[in-house]
């Protein structure tokens, strides 16, 4: 997959992640959209580098879809823990 391919999977893991742990973010859209791509890189990363799974070159891989999302989720929740809410 191109980079193309991985922020446009990014935006798409970031909007699932997001309807997966609602509320409000400290960043708002814009910041869980890229905080959505930074979750589909690390958690390719981490799979290719610790899971043994490399990464696919097919854009409707499910076990990339599922580093993403999860690399999404773990980057989202950190930032809440980090930053909190902001909005109130």
Do not use: H
Not at 18 to 38: E, F, N, S, Y
């Amino acid at each position: 997959m191109g980079i193309v391919s991985w922020i446009i999977l990014g935006l798409l893991a970031g909007a699932i992640a997001k309807i997966l742990l609602p509320g409000r973010d400290p960043g708002g859209l814009i910041g869980t959209t890229l905080i959505g791509v930074a979750g589909a890189f690390t958690g390719g990363w981490l799979s290719a580098e610790f899971l043994d799974r490399p990464i696919q070159n097919e854009f409707f891989d499910l076990a990339t879809w599922g580093a993403a999302i999860g690399g999404s989720l773990v980057l989202l929740i950190a930032y809440r823990l980090l930053f909190g809410n902001s909005r109130d």
